[in-house]
Every structure is written in structure tokens, then in C-alpha cells.
């Protein structure tokens, strides 16, 4: 597997006669964690949408998990993890049902044991069973953070992941992202709460307009001058 | 990291998107119950605007069926892909390595199946209020002309409600799309079944309507496997 895990060159795309992005060149390493912020409109979620094979890009060239895209996305979509902010699931089957469907799209195997464990992992075990119409949008966010990690995907791409999550799913996810500086994958978070990039990402990139007008690492900085520095670029 | 994904295969892929709908239809119970009493509604209907049951209406048998059947299936092809668009899933179906023509394959599987419970119903219906001559020994035959043009309802509907999908005025341009396509399907189940009902037996004819169903079936088929990645993906 590359050590690039996502790699755009030029990278747009065009909404009716606007740029939602564009010119966009972007690196993400193996072990990496990129947070992507910006005004609304600055084309964050498209990108990411792009990225999760979900848009296709209209100019420049784009390779994720070593596929290039449009040609390698199936290939590129079993090592992808998406986060969006609906939890992508039906709300009439019950959580063990909707990651049936996964499981069974991501060709994961010993399915059984492995919902189980996600279910525990994410505290919805004695909820297993019941329809998602009935769970809180808390538990809900969790089952859609099983749903990404059931396929052990090496790219994790989230949309606001905080938004929604409650604390024992922050947590969770907050643990996974710190897991990942080891493991070999990576992560794009788009978020709007600048303050949590200081402790959930690598690198900060601020997105204006739909083009990329930072991209520069975050050690060493706190929430405060994260802020700051955020403040500083969409000024 | 432990990793638990193999190349998923297209069958297991297949075979959870049947089930997923198989579930939800079984759990909601929205669209093969809507189906079932739109026919009982509509052939209830005709067979008052008709006349009454002292009159033989055998040689319209055909038409009222298959009309009957057509503006069911706009019904139920309508909502094959409501789970996903008002449940907002489509995206996590569609960022998994599945091949588009598969999600095809699965909602036209789905629909047959619905289309088949819904004709369990208006077969015998259609017997009870049109016909007085002999009806009952082509049964048989009358199934198996509607299970060829179930699939021929399927592919093309699956295709145009795809197409729909991403349309705003989707409820508008389904029925646009899809019943002028079903035109061929009326004609010739229509043709098939008056071949073999009210004591006809005309096996040529019927033999004729059901490969030029067969044809329209393949074509769809290869339309759908040349386009359904495009309408996904574009």
C-alpha cells in the first residue's frame, strides 16, 4: 500500500457555473491526520466528498489509496471510511441489520463477530436490536461510527464528526484518531470547531472560496493559537 | 488494525441489498401494500365504469389487466429508492465498493418480487370481474407472461427511477419517463394474455409476445449495465 494515502493535483469542481473547488493540491501521508477548516461555502464538505469518491472532480488529477480516480474508485472505496453528518443508515432496520448491509457491501469477513465487537465498542450492544427510529441522534452518530470502522479501512474521511457525536462517542473517536498516528492510516476531518483541531490533527489546512489558502502542521499549537491563526486566514 | 475485508464478491453484495429490502418492506410493509390496493382500487373501478357483470368483457380482459398492472408498477417502482433518499443513505451505499450495476440489479430483483405478490391479487381479480368464459386453466400461462414482463417493468423502472433520483421534481419525471416505456409491455402482455384467455389458445401469438418481451428485457438490460454507473457516479 502507498504511504500516500491521498494525493490531488489541481483538483475542482464546478456547482452550476460556481467553483465549489478549485485548484486544489493536497498530500495526506499514512499516519497522518489533516483537519480542513473554513468559512461555510468554502467548499470543505465538496472536497471531502470528492475525496470519498462520492463527486467526481471536474479538473486536475486525484489519487486516493494509491487508485487513481475516476477509473480506481471501486478499488480506492474498500479502504475508505466516510462520516457524514446523517448517519447513513436505515431507520427501520435495527443497528446489527444496517451493519449486515455494510458488512455485506464491504465483503467484511466473519461478519457476525465483528458487528458484535463494534456494537460493544460503541456501547450499543443491549440496543442491537431495536429500530435506529427509536435511538437518540447520539447513539445514532455512534452506529455510524462502527459503520466506518467495519471494513478496517485504512482512509478515515469525516464530515464534522463532532457535531453530533455525544461524549462516549467523542471519546471513542478521539481514541481512534490517536490510534491512528501508529497503524499506517490517515484521517481528513472537516471541522468547523477550530479549538479541537490543537488535539485531533497533524496538519491544518483553511479552505476560502474553495481554494486552499493554508496548509501548514499544527504541533507545538494550542487551541487558542490555533484560533488565532484560523482568524488570521479567512480575515 | 486488524483487517477484516476480503474483495467483497458482487454475489454477497447482491444478495444483502435483497435482503436489506426484503427487511424493510417486511418491517414498514409501505410499498407492496400500497401496490396491492391501488389494483384492487383500479380493477373495482373499471369493472363498474364497464358495465355490470351480466356483460362478457373476455376480449378486454388483456388491456384492463395490463393498464391495471403498468400504473401499479409506477407506483411501486416510485418508491424504490425512498428508504435511501428520505433515510439520507444513499451515500453510504454508494461510497462502498459496490458495482453500480449491482444496486441495479437488486432494486429490479426487489421489484419483481413486489410486482409477483401484487399480481398474486389481480390475476384471480380479473377472472372474478371480466371474464365469463374459461379462464382458470390459463392461469399458468398468464403467470408466466407477467413474470417475463415483470422483469421488463423492473429493469426499465429501476433505470428511470435512478434517473429521478437526482431530479427534484422526481415524482414528475418518473411517470414521464417510465410509462411511455411501458407502452411495448402493455401491448404485448395485453396481446399474450387475450392469446390464451375465453377459451382461445393461440399459442403462436402468445409464443410471439413473449420473445418480443424477452427482447425488450435484454435491451433494457444491456442499456441499464451500459448507463447505471453513469447515473450514480455523474
Redo the contacts between chains.
Sequence with gaps: MPDRLVSARGVGHIYGERAAVADVHLNVAAGERVAIAGPNGAGKSTLLRIV???L?TGTGTLTVLGEEL?GG???A??G?G?L?H?P??????SPR?NL???????????ADR?IDDLLDRVDLIARADD?VRVLSRGMAQRLALA?ML???PRLLLLDEPHASLDAAGTALLDAELA?MRT???AAVIVTHEVERIASVADRLVVMRRGRIVVDEPVAGRGPAQVRARYEECIA | MSTTVNRPRWTRQLAGLIRKDLRLELRTKETVMAMVLFAIVTLTIMQFGFGTRDDDLTRFTGGLMWVTLAFTAVLGVGRSYVAEREQRVLDGILVSPVPRVVLLAAKAIAIVIYMAITELVVIPLVGIFFVKGPYWDSIGWIALVALIANVCIALSGTLFSGLALFTRARDLILPVLFLPALVPVVIAGAGATHAVVGGAHDMSEYRGYCLFLVGYAILFLLVCIATYDAVFDD
Design positions: 470519498a469518491t462520492l467526481r475516476p474508485a471501486r478499488r472505496r474498500c475508505i466516510y457524514a446523517d447513513l443508515a436505515y431507520l427501520d432496520l441489520q449486515q448491509v455494510y458488512a455485506d457491501l464491504f465483503g467484511v469477513q466473519d465483528r429500530p459503520r467495519l471494513h478496517g490510534a497503524d499506517g492510516r
